[in-house]
């Protein structure tokens, strides 16, 4: 059975495929991140308002966010509780 030459299959596939596909989280705020140091936080704010302020690229400030790492200052970057 060949039912890629059923025309009404094709179409049933490609709008389910289209569906499926097109649903992609949009984040319309930057998320918040915070720098630790020890169990203190040292400041806030989105990355690019952190890039300004440590010097930092905002990507290696998004790894850090996600990885958890702390680096050799013992600054550790997470990402703030979203409400």
């Known amino acids: 059975e060949n039912w890629q030459e059923d025309k009404e299959i094709v179409a049933e596939v490609q709008?389910?495929?289209?569906?499926?596909?097109?649903?992609?989280?949009?984040?319309?705020?930057?998320?918040?991140?915070?720098?630790?140091?020890?169990?203190?936080?040292?400041?806030?704010?989105?990355?690019?308002?952190?890039?300004?302020i440590t010097g930092l690229?905002?990507?290696?400030?998004?790894?850090?966010a996600r990885s958890l790492w702390i680096d050799s200052k013992g600054r550790q970057f997470r990402y703030m509780e979203e409400k």
Do not use: Y
Not at 18 to 34: L, Y
Not at 57 to 64: V, Y
């Open 15 to 52: 709008k389910l495929g289209k569906s499926m596909w097109t649903e992609k989280p949009k984040r319309k705020t930057p998320r918040k991140i915070a720098i630790w140091h020890g169990d203190r936080i040292l400041v806030t704010g989105t990355a690019e308002q952190l890039s300004e």
């Open 57 to 64: 690229s905002k990507n290696i400030i998004w790894d850090r």
